[in-house]
């Protein structure tokens, strides 16, 4: 059973251009969300999404930014326009429909992807 | 919104000593409390979770406790070994009463010293 996928891995921009991240959330999930870490910080929300709807953004910066997940395929972070404080790891996560019996017991578990590293030179 | 703080946020123990992380959360409706290790380039993984109607739960050497009347709940790592050295994080979310998204301390930075 795969995990959480995400790509590219690493990725280097110059200033200016957009990066793109993708995942692809464990089998069976339904909701995804975005996080990024600055080096030697925390996990800052971003984003959280379920299948062709934005859950809450709140936390996504109000230019710039956006994401996406589509019915098919992995959901999408979108950076336009890169700066230098962009630079992040950017990790995606997924947690299982609500109630399902898989997290009954817990709560909504949510499982992190490896990152994607971004640099922006 | 929620807001969850963390200490200390750097700790330092003897091998096979005890370490205890302290987090408090400010939403009162917040049911669901998981600790994530991240060891360094690595992604953060779940190590014990708590719903709000448990007031401990232990998993051989990692054990969680939650004041929800204070709001604040603890990770205790007993007998640790040099292998816990990571960042170590608690979240705050609120299952199935809506928005789901797990809001994170600024995490500890454990030590073990051999």
């Known amino acids: 059973n795969a995990g959480v996928m995400q790509n590219p891995r690493h990725l280097v921009r110059r200033r200016g251009q957009e990066a793109r991240l993708r995942c692809s959330p464990m089998?069976?999930?339904?909701?995804v969300y975005w996080y990024r870490q600055l080096p030697e910080e925390g996990l800052k929300f971003m984003v959280y999404l379920q299948k062709e709807n934005i859950i809450d953004e709140s936390g996504m910066p109000k230019e710039r930014f956006s994401a996406e997940f589509p019915k098919e395929g992995p959901s999408i972070l979108r950076i336009q326009q890169v700066v230098r404080g962009d630079s992040a790891a950017y990790f995606c996560?997924?947690?299982?429909?609500?109630?399902?019996?898989?997290?009954?017991?817990?709560?909504?578990?949510?499982?992190f992807g490896e990152g994607s590293w971004l640099t922006v030179v | 919104g929620e807001n969850v703080e963390q200490h200390p946020s750097t700790l330092s123990v003897q091998e096979g000593d005890s370490a205890v992380i302290k987090c408090t959360y400010s939403d009162s409706a917040s049911n669901y409390f998981p600790w994530y290790k991240q060891e360094l380039g690595k992604r953060p993984q779940l190590i014990i979770d708590i719903r709000s109607n448990v007031g401990e739960k232990k998993d051989q050497r990692i054990a969680v406790t939650l004041n929800k009347t204070a709001k604040h709940f603890s990770l205790h790592i007993t007998e640790t070994q040099p292998e816990d050295s990571a960042v170590y994080f608690c979240a705050a979310s609120k299952y199935l009463l809506g928005n789901e998204k797990l809001t994170f301390g600024t995490g500890t930075r454990l030590t073990i010293i051999p």
């Open positions: 089998k069976g999930h339904s909701h």
């Open positions: 996560a997924s947690s299982p429909p609500r109630g399902s019996g898989r997290d009954k017991a817990a709560g909504n578990t949510i499982y």
